[in-house]
């Protein structure tokens, strides 16, 4: 099992320099975080906006429209991203297919995560107001677990939200190994990028550039190589 997620890590790891032009557009959502941060509305942490560093009494409004930004940028990535992966693995192009399927698919990857997004804000502000704000972290794990593989599905699978939260989650069941070391592996980088925002200078910006244009994208690449294994067909090309 281990050679094969190393395969599986090589394999994202080729893809993320092939599609290093489309991860830079994940700069993009860092307009966000600038527009986030001249207001003093956030901290930064670990190269992120954190809920756990909102201010006592935040600009809502600047929230809002920050978390707006950043989903509908990296949904559009994000969709692009998982579409190309599944193409090469596969070997099968069609132009027209690929029009027809992402101008559905985009917007349903752009409505779940908006929809986690302003859900996960509403009960961190119950929670803040409630005075167990510090469950918060707990909460993200587990919300990310659950739906770990969602945006995989609803593209690889062409399915709706619904359909695709269920995949999700059996696919997460059946390969609980290979997902728990592919999230160990991220949470090593993960780690790394937190001691360099950490400890050396301007190190947020340094943060916050490798996250947005590293860790999410090859995040998902990741999880697109993981996910292509349900196919015994894909499941020998990374033996």
């Known amino acids: 099992m281990i050679?094969?997620?190393?395969?599986?890590?090589?394999?994202?790891?080729?893809s993320y320099i092939k599609y290093f032009y489309?991860?830079?557009?994940?700069?993009?959502?860092?307009?966000?975080?600038?527009?986030?941060?001249?207001?003093?509305?956030?901290?930064?942490?670990?190269?992120?906006?954190?809920?756990?560093?909102?201010?006592?009494?935040?600009?809502?409004?600047?929230?809002?429209?920050?978390?707006?930004?950043a989903t509908l940028i990296q949904s559009f990535f994000i969709?692009?991203?998982?579409?190309?992966?599944?193409?090469?693995?596969?070997h099968r192009y069609d132009?027209?297919?690929?029009v027809e399927v992402l101008r559905e698919l985009?917007?349903?990857?752009?409505?779940?995560?908006?929809?986690?997004?302003?859900?996960?804000?509403?009960?961190?502000?119950?929670?803040?107001?409630?005075?167990?704000?510090?469950?918060?972290?707990?909460?993200?794990?587990?919300?990310?677990?659950?739906?770990?593989?969602?945006?995989?599905?609803?593209i690889i699978d062409e399915?709706?939200?619904f359909a695709a939260l269920h995949l999700s989650l059996e696919f997460l069941i059946a390969e609980k190994f290979r997902t728990f070391a592919i999230i160990l592996f991220l949470a090593i980088i993960y780690i790394i990028i937190s001691l360099l925002s950490f400890?050396?200078?301007?190190?947020y910006i340094v943060g916050i550039i490798l996250t947005h244009i590293f860790l999410i994208p090859f995040t998902e690449i990741l999880k697109t190589s993981v996910y292509m294994t349900k196919f015994k067909i894909i499941e020998s090309y990374i033996k």
């Open 106 to 154: 985009v917007w349903k990857i752009l409505l779940f995560n908006l929809i986690m997004n302003l859900v996960l804000f509403v009960f961190y502000l119950i929670f803040r107001v409630l005075n167990i704000g510090f469950i918060m972290p707990l909460i993200l794990i587990v919300v990310s677990l659950l739906t770990f593989y969602v945006n995989q599905s609803i």
């Open 22 to 69: 489309v991860a830079i557009g994940f700069a993009l959502s860092l307009l966000a975080l600038i527009t986030a941060l001249a207001s003093e509305s956030f901290d930064v942490f670990s190269g992120d906006l954190s809920y756990i560093f909102l201010p006592s009494n935040p600009n809502i409004v600047l929230v809002l429209l920050s978390i707006l930004f």
């Open 95 to 98: 132009k027209t297919h690929v």
């Open 159 to 161: 399915r709706g939200i």
């Open 3 to 14: 050679n094969r997620v190393v395969n599986i890590i090589k394999i994202a790891a080729e």
């Open 79 to 90: 969709s692009f991203l998982i579409f190309f992966v599944r193409r090469d693995i596969q």
């Open 199 to 203: 400890y050396i200078p301007s190190g």
